[in-house]
């Protein structure tokens, strides 16, 4: 007569541990404790989520400190006095070139270059308003610099006063053209909150009838600087 395969479970009221048996062997060599296994596996678990914490505390700082260099430009006159004083920060991954360029006492007006939608946004110092302008070829020419210092982990130039191009462009503003901020990207509406913002055009310059406004300098290490002026436009 063959034996028969019993398989028994004796699970007491008062204990999580229970009991495997083979029929014809001892209870005692099959015995199971629940308790231990599950202990051991909540353990193993937690171990898992500590490590998985530890990497991304550690793996997040690395990734947002490649996705934003900074890179400086200084330019001194003969006499050694300060000329230019402005940063970039450079966010590859994004596509963004943040200039934060500061004048007078230390009076800090913010460009920010959007390549990948092809616009530049302006925000002044003391001044209620952002301005918006469509990129052209020369501007991604000019910003193309700045990326690629970054890639380069250049982080100071010092343009030299000699070898620097500099030249204007005139940009004008209508106060009819107000941009709809519904339309526009997460970086430009961060930069503008609660701001309006009007879109502006390259034009001839002012003329004698029409007054300047204000005036932003912006150097890349390509040595050519842009001093962006802008006046309002008759309606």
Same mark, same amino acid.
């Given at each position: 007569?063959?034996?028969?395969?019993?398989?028994?479970?004796?699970?007491?009221?008062?204990?999580?541990?229970?009991?495997?048996?083979?029929?014809?062997?001892?209870?005692?060599?099959?015995?199971?404790?629940?308790?231990?296994?599950?202990?051991?596996?909540?353990?193993?678990?937690?171990?898992?989520?500590?490590?998985?914490?530890?990497?991304?505390?550690?793996?997040?700082?690395?990734?947002?400190?490649?996705?934003?260099?900074?890179?400086?430009?200084?330019?001194?006159?003969?006499?050694?006095?300060?000329?230019?004083?402005?940063?970039?920060?450079?966010?590859?991954?994004?596509?963004?070139?943040?200039?934060?360029?500061?004048?007078?006492?230390?009076?800090?007006?913010?460009?920010?270059?959007?390549?990948?939608?092809?616009?530049?946004?302006?925000?002044?110092?003391?001044?209620?308003?952002?301005?918006?302008?469509?990129?052209?070829?020369?501007?991604?020419?000019?910003?193309?610099?700045?990326?690629?210092?970054?890639?380069?982990?250049?982080?100071?130039?010092?343009?030299?006063?000699?070898?620097?191009? !500099?030249?204007?462009?005139?940009?004008?503003?209508?106060?009819?053209?107000?941009?709809?901020?519904?339309?526009?990207?997460?970086?430009?509406?961060?930069?503008?909150?609660?701001?309006?913002?009007?879109?502006?055009? !390259?034009?001839?310059?002012?003329?004698?009838? !029409?007054?300047?406004?204000?005036?932003?300098?912006?150097?890349?290490?390509?040595?050519?600087?842009?001093?962006?002026?802008?006046?309002?436009?008759?309606?």
């Amino acid at each position: 007569m063959g034996h028969r395969l019993v398989r028994c479970w004796n699970l007491p009221e008062a204990t999580l541990e229970g009991e495997c048996c083979l029929n014809g062997g001892s209870s005692a060599s099959r015995h199971i404790p629940k308790k231990t296994l599950c202990v051991s596996v909540s353990a193993s678990l937690l171990l898992v989520f500590l490590a998985l914490g530890l990497i991304g505390h550690l793996g997040l700082p690395q990734q947002h400190s490649q996705s934003s260099q900074p890179v400086k430009f200084t330019s001194t006159d003969p006499f050694g006095v300060l000329l230019l004083n402005q940063s970039a920060a450079v966010d590859q991954q994004n596509g963004l070139v943040t200039f934060s360029v500061t004048a007078g006492a230390n009076q800090t007006s913010t460009v920010l270059f959007d390549i990948k939608h092809g616009l530049i946004c302006y925000r002044p110092v003391h001044q209620e308003s952002c301005f918006l302008l469509t990129m052209e070829t020369s501007d991604y020419e000019n910003v193309q610099s700045v990326l690629q210092a970054s890639v380069n982990k250049q982080s100071q130039f010092q343009l030299s006063v000699n070898e620097t191009q !500099r030249h204007t462009e005139f940009l004008g503003v209508r106060a009819a053209s107000q941009a709809d901020v519904s339309t526009l990207e997460e970086p430009l509406k961060l930069l503008c909150r609660d701001s309006p913002i009007y879109w502006t055009e !390259r034009v001839e310059g002012p003329g004698k009838q !029409r007054l300047v406004y204000f005036c932003i300098d912006i150097c890349f290490p390509n040595n050519i600087c842009v001093s962006m002026c802008f006046y309002y436009l008759p309606e």
